[in-house]
């Protein structure tokens, strides 16, 4: 089991940046396909980035190279760097794990944190 704190949200004017984290702890191996999600008030919640220990990298196609998933394996962190900023890209934006192989379906992770909130303004 993967335990996942994120952090790094906040409020931001539209095209600004923020950059998210999510420190993994438990079993780090290198088995996990990490994910970050996110949710808008009366939303689902959808995909936004996802990545493998071994650098396998996707995107939704929103992010339309905004964003940028990486990962320290060292400190067990995901990064997700967040560019231009738009008012629609505010959502409670959640850090999930699940053993490979990787999958774009929430209920097929079985780890998540607590979330952490980005509002961006116009």
């Known amino acids: 089991q993967v335990t996942l704190v994120e952090s790094g949200g906040g409020s931001v004017q539209a095209g600004g940046s923020l950059r998210l984290s999510c420190a993994a702890s438990?079993?780090?191996?290198?088995?996990?396909?990490m994910a970050w999600f996110r949710q808008a008030p009366g939303k689902e919640r959808e995909r936004v980035a996802r990545?493998?220990?071994?650098?396998?990298?996707v995107y939704a196609d929103f992010v339309e190279g905004r964003f940028t998933i990486s990962q320290d394996s060292a400190k067990n962190t995901v990064y997700l760097e967040m560019n231009s900023l738009k008012p629609e890209d505010s959502a409670q934006y959640y850090c999930?794990?699940?053993?490979?192989?990787?999958?774009?379906?929430?209920?097929?992770?079985?780890?998540w944190g607590q979330g952490t909130q980005v509002t961006v303004s116009s």
């Open positions: 438990g079993d780090t191996s290198s088995r996990y396909c």
């Open positions: 990545i493998t220990r071994t650098g396998n990298i």
């Open positions: 999930a794990a699940r053993p490979l192989p990787c999958s774009w379906v929430p209920a097929d992770f079985p780890s």
